[in-house]
């Protein structure tokens, strides 16, 4: 039964503050706390014995909205989880995930997931993943998601994750094959304080002919934090790919961004960029103007950045 704590949870990774309309699945501590499926998709436990579920959308579902959050408040507790996706052709479907950790105790608690999709021809998904920690506990809060995607031709995925304050240990792993006349693109949002940590390791494979793959990487490291970025776009074929990654430092905050782009065709165009800097201080000057304090309007800085 949720109670008050796990709708706040599901508030924060999911902006759900009721039971969702369409397909869902609410994992709690290790079990199905709820779940539906639709006409259109069937939501069911996995059969090869591994944790976690199958989701699979029939080709031409759209207009509808697939939500799997996942919550833990048990301290101590670890898992491992597969969610795989089957999007058939012609779809266009939004798919809302996350986990949300609230550790009161003093041993660590850990959610790994392994989420795989498949995205058919001509199919659009946009795929939003939100990681959030809380808790006056001194047990650890960690996240260590993968995600890996196949886009079949003209298929395409957008892809945000979000990761704000609360989680003291992080690794990602992101890999996503570009088909013919597909696309790929992935936001990363990224806040870190104290002696938190975190890893992002991501390559894009433009595999078709025409295929696209954009990199958008925001991040604020704060404190003692430390952060690591690997993100890289490999050109097979005729193809255009970007990464830009953005980051600001505070404090004795370490942040390290590593972008690589390779060119296996001489018709791949790639480009990469990446900065790392304070805030300017005529930002925060004009800002005070106008009645912030300072403190105040390093906040309102960041918010916009994270934006």
């Given at each position: 039964m949720l109670n008050k704590t796990d709708w706040k949870l599901l508030k924060e990774i999911a902006d759900l503050e009721k039971v969702p309309q369409g397909a869902y699945n609410i994992r709690m501590n290790g079990e199905a706390e709820a779940r539906s499926s639709t006409?259109?998709?069937e939501i069911t436990p996995k059969t090869d014995g591994k944790p976690g579920i199958d989701i699979r959308v029939k080709p031409g579902t759209r207009g509808e909205s697939i939500h799997i959050p996942v919550i833990i408040h048990t301290t101590g507790y670890s898992e491992l989880v597969?969610?795989?996706?089957?999007?058939?052709?012609?779809?266009?479907v939004d798919?809302?995930?996350g986990c949300g950790i609230h550790n009161t105790g003093c041993e660590t608690t850990q959610h790994d997931g392994?989420?795989?999709f498949h995205i058919g021809k001509g199919?659009?998904?946009r795929y939003v993943e939100r990681h959030y920690g809380e808790g006056e506990g001194t047990g650890e809060r960690i996240f260590n998601p993968e995600t890996v995607v196949y886009l079949e031709e003209g298929a395409s995925i957008n892809m945000e994750t979000t990761q704000i304050r609360g989680v003291?240990?992080?690794k990602r792993n992101t890999k996503i094959i570009v088909g013919k006349d597909a696309e790929a693109v992935v936001t990363e949002k990224l806040l870190t304080h104290g002696k938190q940590t975190a890893e992002s390791d991501m390559e894009i494979i433009l595999d078709g002919e025409?295929?696209?793959g954009r990199v958008i990487s925001r991040s604020v490291g704060q404190d003692e934090s430390v952060q690591v970025f690997y993100p890289k776009m490999t050109g097979n074929t005729k193809c255009f790919g970007h990464v830009q990654c953005d980051s600001i430092i505070m404090g004795k905050a370490k942040i390290s961004s590593i972008p690589a782009i390779v060119a296996n065709d001489m018709d791949a165009q790639l480009i990469h960029?990446?900065?790392i800097g304070r805030i300017a201080g005529d930002q925060i000057l004009k800002l005070m103007t106008l009645g912030l304090t300072e403190e105040e309007a390093e906040e309102k800085i960041l918010d916009g950045f994270l934006q």
């Open positions: 006409a259109n998709i597969y969610n795989d996706f089957f999007i058939g052709d012609d779809c266009d798919i809302v995930a392994i989420h795989t199919s659009k998904v003291d240990s992080t025409n295929a696209t960029e990446a900065a």
